[in-house]
């Protein structure tokens, strides 16, 4: 049973450059959550997707769009970066239990994205 | 929002003696807890969760205790092993019958000695 992948595993880009991020969720998931982790810090909730569309957005400017496939893959798109958004981004899947909520999130192992 | 705070950014215990990991929350009305363990240059690992209509919960050397009364919640680890060498998150949801964002904690670094 395949967990959570993500790739690339690391990448370096210029400020100002734009940047996707791919995640595969989990067998038997529906729904994808975006995660940013600054070094020393826990994640921070970006925005959630399910059925293709945002469910939930945290605090993060629109610079940070999502996008959901029909199976279920998601990716994370950044416009012009900032040095600032150097960090893990980490992806976690769940499934959608009857009431909607969400059970519980399995997290990959995160795209560590560097900004010069 | 939600917050979560952080009691120790550190804990350094004996291999094989017990370790106490504790987490503070805010909202009254989070109804989801679960604490995860992240290793160095990895993603976060599910250990255990607790919902609001329990507080105790038990799983293989980990137990997790949940006081809503005072809004903590706590791991424990027994016969602390130097695989448990790693970072620790608590993190919270808040009900609402809609997307499921978790608030984390900042984590604390569990260090073993041999």
């Known amino acids: 049973d395949a967990g959570v992948t993500q790739s690339p595993t690391h990448l370096i880009k210029t400020r100002g450059q734009q940047v996707t991020l791919r995640c595969s969720p989990k067998s038997g998931h529906d729904t994808v959550s975006w995660y940013q982790q600054a070094l020393g810090q826990g994640p921070q909730f970006i925005f959630q997707?399910?059925?293709?569309?945002?469910?939930q957005r945290g605090n993060f400017p629109d610079r940070f769009s999502g996008h959901q496939f029909p199976n279920y893959s998601s990716e994370l798109n950044v416009n012009a970066l900032l040095l600032g958004d150097s960090a893990l981004y980490l992806c976690a899947s769940s499934q959608v239990k009857t009431g909607g909520a969400t059970d519980t999130q399995y997290f990959g192992p995160g795209t560590r994205l560097t900004v010069l | 929002g939600e917050s979560v705070g952080l009691h120790l950014p550190t804990l350094s215990v004996q291999e094989g003696d017990n370790s106490i990991i504790n987490c503070a929350y805010s909202?009254?009305?989070?109804?989801?807890f679960i604490w995860y363990k992240q290793e160095s240059g990895k993603g976060p690992q599910f250990i255990i969760d607790?919902?609001?209509?329990?507080d105790k919960r038990q799983g293989q050397r980990v137990t997790v205790l949940l006081n809503k009364t005072v809004k903590h919640l706590s791991l424990q680890i027994a016969a602390t092993q130097p695989g448990d060498s790693a970072v620790y998150f608590c993190?919270?949801?808040?009900?609402?019958?809609?997307?499921?964002?978790?608030?984390f904690g900042k984590g604390t670094h569990l260090i073993i000695q041999p």
């Open positions: 909202n009254s009305a989070s109804d989801y």
């Open positions: 997707y399910y059925e293709e569309e945002e469910r």
């Open positions: 607790i919902r609001s209509n329990m």
């Open positions: 993190a919270v949801l808040d009900s609402g019958g809609g997307a499921d964002g978790l608030t």
